[in-house]
Structure formats: structure tokens, C-alpha cells
């Protein structure tokens, strides 16, 4: 008989902490039933039947566990002044397509999240987005497919948008591994360990075998195949199929100073490549998950960007 272990009560609780936000959970069918994109979003109507004035922030995770897992403390506060939309990103959590993993790039998943929108957001609202590490790469895709039109703002968060074959082969170096799944797929508590050392500026000093385990087959053995084929799909570094160009929104590019993933240097590059439009903000004593590591620096940071406060006529 299986034990219970941690993960499944540490997924309880985070999932509460999206309802307590105001969050439902919904899965939508797309490209007539043959994709569905499940979703925590802002409720479908308001109690006394007026329309909710707050604007649409998109949420989007990386690579790794699903997204009650990744934004677990930016709804609470975040849900207070936006409607929020959080989906699982094609082959996480609910999420599929019977189009298969080898055909579905970041720019793929960029086209699935924006036929979500426009399922739940009813037109001429426009939508902000924000993207951690490999959701950064789908939130730049998004931005770029819908315009500023239909996008008001981005946030890139610890995201290599100018990631080469060259940072591959340093993450590998730093993670002690031949392959870009083997680290980002942990299978083993050895592995769980090391990507927690990469992830975080201050891992917790002593995890105990069994939790890591725990969490490493939780979290990290559904649609495995699929997920090496997303890796491979990544169309950033290939010069054939991707080039990095200014956005004509407004930017923010959040880094963590200790990101051992994507090394904060690239944060002032990608902020560079972006153009005029983007500004950057280093969060110190933070490494590759900002979000929980200083959760309300990064709140804050999010915040402040994009609700701007207004300018004074004086």
C-alpha cells in the first residue's frame, strides 16, 4: 500500500491558496476539443452583477512543477488588483494536445494561451502577462503574437531570451549532468537536490532523502517524453527559427542576482535586446525563483510596474 506522502498535502494546501484568492478552476477546450488548457482564473461574473473593473494579468510558469506550485504566493495579493488568469502550460498539470510535444515550441504554447484569453476575456479588454524562466519565453511570444493591441504590458522574469548552445553547456557544467533533461527532470533524490541548489539562493540546508524523492515523483514523472520534447522544441538559440526583437510594450525584466539557471548577466543583455521600452530590476539575495525566495520584493516589483502610479499635473 503507498504512503502519503508529503507532495500530495503540499499540493492540497497550495491549491487552497489559489481558491482563498478568488480562483476557479476550469478547463477549456480549444481547436475543437482537440487541445484543452486547464486554468485557475477570476471568477465568470460578479455577485451583484457589475462588471469587474480591475484589468487581466496572465500568469505564466516554467518549467517544472504546475502553477499552484509556481505562483502560490503572488495570487493572494496579486488577485486584490487584477483578475487574474493562471494557466498549465501545455504538457504540465492539465494541460495536453493531441497535436504532440514535438510540435509545440514556446511559440506554440504563446498561441494555446492566447486562444485562452480570448475565451475568458471578453474584447476590447486588453491583458498584462507575466512569465517565469520558460514561461518568460512563452509571455515574449505572447506579447509579440497579440500586439500591443491586445497586450498592455510584460513582465520577464528569469528568463534567457537570448539563451545559446553556449549556456546549455554551462547550465551542464554547474548541474554535473550530460543533458538539459537531466537536470531540469529530476528523477532521483540526487538530482532533486542538485536542481533545488540551482534554483534557489538558499536551499534549505537539509532536506531528508524520502522528501526529495517524494517530491521528485510527484512532480516530475507525468508526461515525462512529452517534456524532453518540449526541451528540444525550444526554438531560443536557433537562428533559423527565432530572433530576439524590441517589443513595442512596456517591459520589465526581473532577475534574481544569484540565478545559477540563467547567470543575472543575461538579465542586462536581454534587457538591452528588448529595446527602449524595457527596464530591469535585480532582486538581491534571490537566485532563480525571485517569486518565492522574496516574495514581497518581487510583488512589490510587479506592482509598481504595472500599475504605475499617476503622474502629478503640478
Known sequence: MPTLGISPLLDAY??????????????????????T????????????????ARPVLVLLHGFGPPATWQ??????????????????LLFFGGSSTSAGAGRVSEARQAEAVAKLVAALVAPPARVSVAGTSYGGFVAYHLARLLGPGAVDRVVIASSDLLKADADDRAL????????????MLPRSPERMRRLMQLAYHRPRRFTPGFVLRDLAQYLYSDKVEEKK????????????KFQ???LPQEVL????EHDQIFPVEKAFQVARKLGANARLEVL?????????????RFNEAILNFLLPAPKSSL
Open 253 to 256: 525584466v526581473l532577475w534574481g
Open 284 to 296: 538581491k539575495d534571490t537566485g532563480h525563483m525571485p517569486q518565492e525566495e522574496d516574495p514581497k
Open 172 to 183: 551542464l557544467r554547474r548541474g554535473g549532468a550530460e543533458r538539459v533533461e537531466d537536470v
Open 14 to 35: 497550495f491549491r487552497r491558496r489559489f481558491a482563498a484568492a478568488g480562483l476557479v478552476e476550469a478547463s477549456v477546450p480549444l481547436d475543437g476539443g482537440a487541445t
Open 71 to 88: 505562483w502560490r504566493r503572488q495570487v493572494g495579493p496579486l488577485s486584490r488588483r487584477f483578475r487574474l488568469v493562471v494557466p498549465d
Open 37 to 52: 488548457v486547464h486554468c485557475w482564473r477570476f471568477p465568470p461574473g460578479s455577485a451583484d452583477g457589475e462588471d469587474d
Open 229 to 240: 520534447e518540449l526541451i528540444k522544441g525550444i526554438t531560443l538559440g536557433n537562428k533559423d
Open 244 to 246: 530576439l526583437t524590441p
